[in-house]
């Protein structure tokens, strides 16, 4: 069974710094793109970051470039987001993701759908 299980959301000022984590199991982890969605009340769902295990390639939307960072720990099946310089409109429900087939680019392509998604952790950012 495939469960993605997020962690490390909470509640900081703005200009602060959190780490979500998402825990990977049920599929080999070295062939996945994982990556993070958020959602915010009343906005669209946004596509956050992504990594390519196979080859390292990364994406960002532009919202986030230069405060976060996505890496993985192959050993732990873990991946990690780190948000640093926090800002009030980063507030939002983050969701991990996981998908064989796509590349990192691919949480930038709107109509494209990963196949697993995890239950989501809150970030709230005040300002």
């Known amino acids: 069974e495939v469960q993605l299980v997020e962690s490390g959301g909470g509640l900081v000022q703005a200009g602060g710094s959190l780490r979500l984590s998402c825990a990977a199991s049920?599929?080999?982890?070295?062939?996945?793109?994982i990556g993070w969605f958020r959602q915010a009340p009343g906005k669209e769902r946004e596509g956050v970051s992504c990594?390519?295990?196979?080859?390292?390639?990364?994406y960002y939307a532009d919202s986030v470039k230069g405060r976060f960072t996505i890496f993985s720990d192959n050993a732990k099946n873990t991946v990690y987001l780190q948000m640093n310089s926090l800002k009030p409109e980063d507030t939002a429900i983050y969701y991990c993701?996981?998908?064989?087939?796509?590349?990192?680019?691919?949480?930038?392509?709107?109509?494209?759908?990963?196949?697993?998604w995890g239950q989501g952790t809150q970030v709230t950012v005040s300002s």
């Open positions: 993701v996981a998908d064989l087939f796509a590349t990192a680019q691919a949480m930038g392509v709107m109509t494209y759908s990963f196949d697993y």
């Open positions: 049920g599929f080999t982890f070295d062939d996945y793109a």
């Open positions: 990594i390519s295990n196979s080859d390292g390639s990364t």
